[in-house]
């Protein structure tokens, strides 16, 4: 049974910082390339970041690029969203998703269907 279940959302203040973790279990998590999504009041949920099994390759939407930043710890399971700089604009359901993609240079950025989600966690930016 695949589980991806999201931690670190919270309410921040403009300009401040939080650091998503979502904790995988039931895959070879080394074979999986791991993205976050989110989903704002009212809109369509988008892509927000991913990265390859080995951290080597990430991608980003425009708009976070060079305020979020997307790790993980394959030793532990677990990929990570640096949040900072935090603007209204980022309030969303962040979740994240697993892709199959054991080949480093498999494309996973904007428009990849991904296999496994989370449940998401909420992340409010106050202004």
């Known amino acids: 049974q695949v589980q991806l279940v999201e931690s670190g959302g919270g309410l921040v203040q403009a300009g401040g910082s939080l650091r998503l973790s979502c904790a995988a279990s039931g895959i070879t998590f080394s074979s999986y390339a791991m993205g976050w999504f989110r989903q704002a009041p009212g809109k369509e949920r988008e892509f927000v970041s991913a990265?390859?099994?080995?951290?080597?390759?990430?991608y980003y939407r425009d708009s976070v690029e060079g305020r979020f930043t997307i790790s993980r710890d394959n030793a532990k399971n677990t990929v990570y969203l640096q949040m900072n700089s935090l603007i209204p604009e980022d309030t969303a359901v962040y979740y994240c998703a697993a892709r199959y993609a054991p080949k480093e240079n498999a494309y996973i950025g904007l428009g990849t269907i991904y296999d496994y989600w989370g449940q998401g966690t909420l992340v409010t930016v106050s202004s």
């Open positions: 990265l390859s099994w080995s951290g080597g390759n990430t």
